[in-house]
């Protein structure tokens, strides 16, 4: 095989797009925040994941998404080859602080499509237990 001066065999292997992430970190989760009739809607693209992949808790004001899934997609030929397999493994998480007085009964959450929906209330000021008083011995 004749090259030409100043290349070789491996320079169409080592480009730039070999070195390029697949998936940068800044894509995951895109969320659109709105204000709808008193409550926030948080919009959270979620393309790939199924309803069973995602969790949501709240602890201390802090609401928080996590998304993980694991992939494995396997080929093969008429006698049982392996032609190809591929697997993934992702998890990504977010968190937004709705305040403490905000509890897990407020929160609704929807999934549909790769889209996730999640509703809470725009003030909802922590409720104080009510004042007792305490005996003196």
């Known amino acids: 095989m004749k090259l030409l001066p100043g290349f070789s065999l491996f320079d169409d292997m080592f480009d730039d797009n070999f070195f390029r992430p ?10 659109d925040i709105r204000e709808v009739d008193g409550n926030y809607v948080l919009d959270m ?5 199924k309803k069973e992949d995602i969790q949501i808790s709240l602890k201390e004001g802090y609401l928080t998404i996590s998304a993980s899934r694991n992939d494995h997609k396997e080929e093969s030929d008429d006698k049982g080859n392996v032609l190809r397999k591929e697997r993934f493994t992702g998890t990504c998480t977010r968190s937004f602080y ?4 905000v509890t897990e009964e407020d929160i609704k959450a929807k999934f549909d499509n790769g889209e996730l929906q999640v509703t809470f209330p725009k003030d909802k000021p922590k409720e ?7 005996a003196i011995e």
């Open 45 to 49: 693209e979620l393309p790939g994941y």
């Open 98 to 101: 709705v305040s403490e007085g």
């Open 22 to 31: 697949v998936a940068k970190t800044s894509n995951f989760m895109k969320t």
């Open 128 to 134: 104080i237990a009510e004042t007792k008083s305490i």
